[in-house]
């Protein structure tokens, strides 16, 4: 069972930033596409962001672009999501999944392995 651990949620103020990060097992980023989606109070979950395993090739929420970047770090076996400019809007539940996929990322596909995920609240 493929595991994932995402860290990194807190308090923060408007225009504040955080970085979350989402730990797998050695091996896995080699083979597994890996997104950041986010869940807040009575929404739909959303895709945010993703990284392909093959040539580290990303994709984003198109509004979400201009302040979130993930990132990957072969040698510490995390995905990273840097969150800039943050806005009350993006207080929500992120999780991080995973898919044996070989191809550019989407966020549209059924994921189906996921963290526990960790709280960010933006607020003053």
């Known amino acids: 069972q493929l595991q994932l651990v995402e860290s990194g949620g807190g308090l923060v103020q408007p225009g504040g930033s955080l970085r979350l990060s989402c730990a797998v097992s050695?091996?896995?980023?080699?083979?597994?596409?890996i997104a950041w989606f986010r869940q807040a109070p009575g929404k739909a979950r959303e895709g945010v962001s993703c990284?392909?395993?093959?040539?580290?090739?990303?994709s984003y929420s198109d509004y979400l672009k201009d302040r979130f970047t993930i990132s990957r770090d072969f040698a510490k076996n995390t995905v990273y999501l840097q969150m800039n400019s943050l806005k009350p809007e993006d207080t929500a539940v992120y999780y991080c999944?995973?898919?044996?996929?070989?191809?550019?990322?989407?966020?549209?596909?059924?994921?189906?392995?996921w963290g526990q995920g960790t709280q960010v609240t933006v607020s003053s």
């Open positions: 999944a995973a898919e044996n996929v070989h191809r550019v990322c989407s966020l549209d596909d059924e994921y189906p392995y």
């Open positions: 990284i392909s395993s093959d040539d580290g090739s990303t």
């Open positions: 050695k091996f896995v980023l080699d083979y597994y596409t």
